[in-house]
């Protein structure tokens, strides 16, 4: 067989592909190629380094190959012209890992009847895949179904690229929210997709819920780290291990946001990293066209919120790990749930807490929970910090921003105080419960009103699951209800404002913006109705109670 010699004008050059690995074929894969099994390959020197990617196939007996090579290639040889000394040879193959070949092939039979010892142990210990082909192939043809394969994979990753980029311009076109960018980020990786901001807090995540408590217990340490290792990798110009996080910056027009931290997931057609750059550049414009408002801020904590009022969530430690990895400290906090009436005061609710010392989460109440437009805050302050009424003043006037009219509007229902995720959802009901009752207001200035000042309440929402306190607000309010839904009636409004003012009818008649008359018809039908005496104060405590029930439950 004659030998194989290089000519300049038959080289072919490997084309410049993304600098990420996804999607090219491994060693490993190649060997699986008909052209290459005809040789009968036997692998010398594999384990992990068959995962090594393959970027181009390469011919070549010279001993100077090395400095023709850009890494990433398979190498294909006799070994001719290799050296003849040991030490040489064993020089050659370091210098062959040097500039980061793929992997190694030798053809016995022309030259070498058998793979020298110093080429093996060299392999080995470089941790270089190194295949001996016992049987003559045509390099020509073994080079054709590589560069076939690899032009293959190629084109396709061009189409999933295409693809993945009008996905996500789509969604950047439709102004669709971060939360929902990064979902479908992660139903197009098949990983866990994380949008943190520069101070490494969680604005939306996708991840499963039994991953969230140790992905999120110290995310802003782990994060940190995350981010110091990636770039010390872009420094040395090496690429993301297949353990590591992909993180990829949101920025536009040189301002950076935050990032997005793709966890280690199976490859993708067009590339982790062009799939999450896509993301980021869809999450860059919606930032843009925000303008100075941070929404992302507002709209993670919002849904992170309403998550929490809905129980989508595994258990409370997963759930404590996720708020914390969203700037809101638990441990070691003094933590109330408050119910803000009388303004869009959502936005503001961080930057009010800070005032204290403190962090906030807010979101949109439940409909029917509370007033209309009421706003929920989740209020972690230190345990130094105590929330007494001029604190409280304060957070207030944080949340109307200088605007004293709003100011004057604003009521604050403030539940308990907690220790826990598990307390702070009872406090967060409280306030809930509390702001559905009408508000007195004597002056000028926020209206506060505490939970801990309603003990009856406090028992309703501790009970409200209880199927007893269920039947006793259905058994006493029954034909109340019966006769408001028939006539779209109104007594149900006007025994709260009975139980709301007792032993004032003035300004109960009042708080139900009826005249005196019609309001004293009202009570008499609600004492024939219920044949109650609505004068007895056992009754009345009864009737608080089935009303107090009846509004903590209903949605």
Do not use: C
Request: charged share 25%.
């Amino acid at each position: 067989m004659a030998d194989r010699r290089e000519d300049e004008a038959i080289q072919t050059n490997r084309p410049v592909l993304e600098p990420a690995d996804d999607g090219l074929p491994t060693v490993r894969e190649i060997l699986t190629i008909p052209a290459v099994a005809q040789g009968i390959p036997e692998v010398l020197s594999g384990g992990d380094a068959l995962d090594a990617h393959v970027r181009w196939a390469h011919v070549s007996d010279s001993a100077g190959v090395a400095r023709l090579l850009n890494g990433g290639e398979l190498l294909l040889t006799t070994g001719s012209g290799w050296p003849t000394e040991p030490a040489e040879l064993a020089a050659f193959i370091g210098g062959l890992v040097d500039v980061g070949i793929a992997g190694l092939v030798l053809e016995l039979g022309v030259h070498y009847r058998y793979v020298p010892a110093v080429v093996e142990s060299a392999a080995r210990e470089h941790g270089l895949a190194l295949v001996a082909l016992h049987r003559e192939v045509k390099f020509v043809a073994l080079t054709e179904a590589v560069h076939s394969r690899i032009i293959s994979v190629q084109t396709a990753a061009l189409r999933a690229r295409d693809e993945v980029r009008e996905r996500f311009t789509a969604l950047a076109l439709r102004g669709s929210p971060p939360d929902f960018i990064v979902q479908q980020l992660a139903q197009t990786l098949g990983a866990a997709v994380v949008l943190e901001n520069l101070a490494h807090e969680v604005v939306a995540a996708e991840v499963p819920l039994a991953a969230e408590i140790e992905l999120f217990t110290r995310w802003e340490t782990r994060s940190r780290a995350a981010h110091r290792r990636h770039d010390e990798q872009r420094r040395l110009g090496s690429g993301v291990a297949a353990d590591e996080w992909l993180i990829v910056p949101v920025e536009a027009r040189g301002i950076r946001w935050g990032h997005l931290i793709a966890l280690p997931g199976p490859a993708h057609p067009a590339g982790r990293t062009s799939v999450l750059e896509q993301g980021a550049i869809a999450l860059a414009l919606g930032r843009l066209a925000d303008g100075a408002a941070d929404e992302w801020v507002r709209i993670g904590r919002q849904r992170l919120v309403d998550g929490l009022l809905d129980g989508r969530f595994a258990g409370l430690p997963a759930a404590s790990a996720r708020i914390e990895a969203a700037g809101l400290p638990l441990e070691g906090a003094r933590l109330f749930g408050v119910v803000v009436t009388g303004g869009a005061v959502a936005a503001a609710a961080d930057a009010a807490a800070r005032e204290l010392g403190g962090r906030a989460l807010a979101g949109a109440a439940p409909e029917s929970a509370a007033a209309p437009s009421a706003t929920i805050v989740v209020l972690s302050l230190p345990a130094s910090r105590t929330l007494d009424d001029a604190s409280l003043r304060t957070f207030a006037a944080a949340l109307a921003a200088g605007d004293s009219a709003m100011l004057d509007r604003l009521v604050l229902s403030i539940g308990s105080e907690a220790s826990d995720l598990d307390a702070l959802l009872g406090s967060v009901q409280e306030a809930i419960d509390l702001a559905r009752g009408p508000a007195r207001r004597s002056a000028r200035g926020p209206v506060l009103r505490r939970s801990d000042d309603r003990p009856l309440m406090r028992l309703v929402t501790a009970l409200r699951d209880d199927h007893r306190l269920l039947e006793h607000g259905e058994r006493m309010l029954e034909p109340l209800i019966d006769y408001d839904l028939a006539r779209k009636g109104d007594l149900l409004d006007v025994l709260g404002a009975v139980l709301a003012h007792p032993g004032n009818r003035t300004a109960a008649a009042s708080a139900s913006h009826l005249s005196r008359s019609v309001f004293y018809q009202r009570l008499a039908l609600i004492g024939d109705l219920l044949g109650v005496d609505l004068d007895d104060g056992e009754t009345l405590t009864a009737l608080h109670l089935a009303l107090l029930v009846r509004r903590s439950v209903v949605r």
